[in-house]
């Protein structure tokens, strides 16, 4: 495609480390669809042939780092090279269905993110689900709506929103964690598909005790930046909670006072305090976003 063709209305990102087995038949089933879209490979440093099993294909749009830096970036990437209305983010080893991006598409003119959430009757490993559900309960605690797939990578956003957040997300595979995240937080709306996720035709690249922990931490980073009461208050109200109970305790049963007590309780009232003082910078922040916010009308 070059730069005089009609711009697109759909932009189709595929970021792809290693997948020459299973990119070429991702890419066919996407142009046998009934849509008119861009698609764009981003080759994040790959090993293989797959740059030139998707290049091979008419129309495709192909970016290639020169080494391995990681999905997130592949991503990033892609939303800065797209030239379509919406943004599709899917994977190319095979476990998301290209038949599944019309219905979530069908969603963009009232939702401003769709998410293909994973079915019970997808073919994943029980303790990502089992890890996924946890992460799901902690981020509809920070959102304060639920969130039905927290770590999809398939989904339908609108190009002007991926781009006023695409610098919060990580190189890493907890993209979509600071996506939604940011998202729900900046109050635009979400809706989330059912889809069934095929398995893997390729090994996956996540590890769970090493990236699960990184998922956890992208929570609560971008927890503190959106919803900094929702992070400090819990810790503020156990100490202040464990501190006076302490202190009555020692005071009851000895009849002085805890030095130990009374810092805990102080530590409790400071955390409060730090987390009203983030949750007004937090305001400021979402404001400037905000100002912006019609730049998303369709």
């Given at each position: 495609?070059?730069d005089?063709?009609?711009?697109?209305?759909?932009?189709?990102i595929?970021?792809?480390?290693?997948e020459a087995a299973?990119?070429?038949?991702?890419?066919d089933?996407?142009?046998?669809l009934?849509?008119e879209?861009?698609?764009?490979?981003i080759?994040?440093?790959?090993?293989d042939?797959?740059?030139?099993?998707?290049g091979?294909?008419?129309?495709?749009r192909?970016?290639q780092?020169?080494y391995?830096?990681?999905n997130?970036?592949?991503?990033?990437t892609g939303?800065w090279?797209?030239?379509?209305?919406?943004?599709?983010?899917?994977?190319?080893?095979?476990q998301h269905?290209p038949?599944?991006i019309?219905?979530?598409l069908a969603h963009?003119a009232r939702y401003?993110?769709?998410?293909g959430?994973?079915?019970?009757?997808s073919?994943s490993?029980?303790?990502r689900?089992?890890?996924?559900?946890l992460?799901?309960?902690i981020?509809t605690?920070?959102?304060?709506r639920?969130?039905?797939?927290l770590?999809?990578?398939f989904?339908?956003i609108?190009a002007?929103?991926?781009?006023?957040?695409?610098?919060?997300l990580?190189?890493?595979f907890?993209?979509?964690t600071t996506?939604?995240?940011?998202?729900?937080r900046a109050g635009?709306?979400?809706?989330?598909?059912?889809?069934?996720?095929l398995?893997?035709?390729s090994?996956?690249?996540?590890?769970?005790?090493?990236?699960?922990?990184?998922?956890l931490?992208?929570?609560?980073r971008?927890?503190?930046?959106?919803?900094?009461?929702?992070?400090?208050?819990?810790?503020?109200?156990?100490?202040?909670?464990?501190?006076?109970g302490y202190g009555?305790?020692i005071?009851?049963?000895?009849g002085?006072?805890?030095?130990?007590?009374?810092?805990?309780?102080?530590a409790?009232?400071?955390?409060f305090?730090?987390?009203?003082?983030?949750?007004q910078?937090?305001?400021l922040r979402?404001?400037?976003?905000?100002?912006f916010h019609?730049?998303?009308a369709p």
């Open positions: 495609m070059t005089s063709a009609p711009m697109p209305d759909v932009s189709i595929i970021p792809v480390y290693n299973s990119i070429g038949g991702v890419l089933e996407i142009a046998a009934p849509l879209a861009e698609v764009i490979v080759d994040d440093g790959s090993q042939e797959s740059a030139a099993v998707a091979a294909r008419p129309g495709v192909v970016f780092h020169p391995n830096i990681g997130g970036a592949a991503i990033k939303i090279a797209a030239r379509g209305r919406v943004i599709v983010m899917m994977d190319g080893d095979g269905q038949a599944d019309p219905r979530l963009t401003d993110m769709v998410v959430a994973r079915t019970p009757a073919e490993e029980q303790h689900d089992l890890a996924n559900r992460y799901n309960l981020a605690y920070l959102v304060g639920k969130v039905e797939d770590t999809s990578g989904r339908a609108r002007p929103i991926a781009r006023r957040f695409v610098y919060l990580p190189n890493g907890s993209y979509p996506l939604t995240l940011s998202i729900f635009h709306s979400v809706r989330y598909e059912p889809i069934v996720a398995a893997r035709q090994r996956s690249k996540i590890r769970l005790m090493r990236d699960g922990p990184g998922f931490l992208t929570m609560a971008i927890g503190t930046l959106f919803a900094p009461l929702k992070i400090f208050l819990p810790v503020a109200i156990t100490l202040f909670v464990v501190g006076a009555a305790f005071l009851l049963t000895m002085r006072f805890s030095q130990m007590a009374g810092v805990t309780v102080l409790g009232i400071m955390m305090m730090l987390g009203l003082i983030s949750e910078i937090a305001l979402m404001s400037q976003i905000g100002a019609d730049d998303s």
